[in-house]
Each structure stands twice: as structure tokens, then as C-alpha cells.
């Protein structure tokens, strides 16, 4: 079974900043990655999906990630965070059912506090 | 456009309990239905998912069920709450392996 590590679970940074949330997943032979955004007591957001192709995936809000197989990671990236920024993300990937259909594995999810 | 609509948003029920929370989407036909608990500090789990009426599955052994009457309706009922069962709960829909749509949830205490 797949499994999916966030291995911070807190970053505050400076308002205009870059920021790194990292994300690293088992392997496996095929793997789709997403990354949702979740505000305060809110349902979670698709950021960004990587289903095949072009290793840079370009999402809403100005982010990005990148899948990098021989890490197995899919860190998520924005060069300038806003205060608006500010929730918490999470990583996941999807994951064959006995049913035919799939699943999400989710991380743990990391709190993204912009400073001012 | 597709929506998805769960209730109550907030429900605060005391131990032993019975519980009742529903989901239905708006939109499409026949799509993967999922609930998902989020606990403080521990991410999302999927704790059932269907793929059509009546068709249920579970992830996790626990005090909880889900029911799916009818092609866009997922219900999660428990007969006696328990204290863990505290979180924030998540319906969410798909219709392929690619995305999962979620719903804005429902905030569950028990006292």
C-alpha cells in the first residue's frame, strides 16, 4: 500500500518569501500526487495534480511542484507567499482499490503560517 | 457544475449517542462517494467508500457505518458515539482515479 510522509508539519515564513512544503511518497509502479490547500474549518481545495507528462505542474495561487521519481518526492513550491496564504496543506496520492476504483492516502498535512 | 453538500456543518452530541451526518452531490451521476475523519495532528483517513448504491466499503474497523440509499446520497451513522469519534468530517466525490471534490465538512465534538 502506498504511504505518504510530509516531513514538516510547521513552516512559518515572511510575507514575499519563497516557501518549500516537501512531500515524499512510497513507490510504487504509477502514482498520481496532489497537493490541497485547507483553511480553517473549510473543506480541502486541489491545488495542483501530477498524473503523467511535464515534472513541473503549475497549480492555482502561483503555486507549483515537482515530481522527482528517483526521490520519490513532490514538493510543493511558490517563489512569494501572501498573508493569504496562511493554512494548512496536504500531500496525497492515489492509491488502487479492490473495487476497481481508487483512493487518496493522505499526509499529515503542514501549517503554512505567513508572516508579517 | 457539480456541488457537494454536507450536514450539519457543526453537531455536538453527548457519549453513547446516535449519529447521523449526510452528504449528497449535485451535478453528476454514479460517482465515487468517500468519508474521510480528520482528527487534530493526524491528517485525513478514509474510512468508507463507494462505487455505486448499496455498495460500501471500509477501511478501518470501527463504531462507525456508512449507507448509500440512493446513487448521490452517503450517509455515516454510528449507534453509540465514543469520544474518539471527535473530528472534522469529509464527504468527497470523484468520478475517476484523477481528483477527489471535497465537501466543506462537519465539525463533530462529543462531550
Known amino acids: 500500500a502506498q504511504s505518504v510522509t510530509q516531513l514538516d508539519s510547521q513552516v512559518p515564513v515572511f510575507e514575499e518569501a519563497p516557501v518549500e512544503l516537501r512531500c515524499n511518497y512510497s513507490?510504487?509502479?504509477?502514482?498520481?500526487l496532489f497537493w490541497y490547500v485547507q483553511y480553517p474549518n473549510q473543506g480541502l481545495q486541489l491545488l495542483l495534480k501530477y498524473l503523467s507528462g511535464s515534472t513541473l505542474v503549475k497549480g492555482i495561487n502561483g503555486f507549483e511542484a515537482e515530481f522527482n521519481k528517483s526521490q520519490t518526492s513532490f514538493h510543493l513550491r511558490k517563489p512569494s507567499v501572501h498573508i493569504s496564504d496562511t493554512a494548512e496543506y496536504f500531500c496525497?496520492?492515489?492509491?488502487?482499490?479492490?473495487?476497481?476504483?481508487?483512493?487518496?492516502?493522505f499526509g499529515t498535512g503542514t501549517r503554512l503560517k505567513v508572516l508579517a | 457544475s457539480q456541488t457537494i453538500h454536507q450536514w450539519p456543518a457543526t453537531l455536538v452530541q453527548p457519549v453513547g449517542s446516535p449519529l447521523s451526518l449526510e452528504c449528497t452531490v449535485e451535478g453528476t451521476s454514479n460517482p465515487n462517494l468517500y468519508w474521510y475523519r480528520q482528527a487534530a495532528g493526524r491528517g485525513l483517513q478514509l474510512l468508507f467508500y463507494?462505487?455505486?448504491?448499496?455498495?460500501i466499503s471500509s477501511e478501518v474497523p470501527q463504531n462507525l457505518s456508512a449507507s448509500r440509499p440512493q446513487d448521490r446520497q452517503f450517509i455515516l451513522s454510528s449507534k453509540k458515539l465514543l469520544l474518539s469519534d471527535s473530528g472534522f468530517y469529509l464527504c468527497?466525490?470523484?468520478?475517476?482515479?484523477?481528483?477527489?471534490?471535497f465537501g466543506p465538512g462537519t465539525r463533530l465534538t462529543v462531550t
Open positions: 496525497a496520492v492515489s492509491d488502487p482499490t479492490t473495487s476497481g476504483t481508487y483512493k487518496y492516502i
Open positions: 513507490s510504487s509502479v504509477s502514482v498520481y
Open positions: 468527497a466525490w470523484g468520478e475517476s482515479s484523477y481528483e477527489q471534490y
Open positions: 463507494s462505487v455505486g448504491i448499496g455498495q
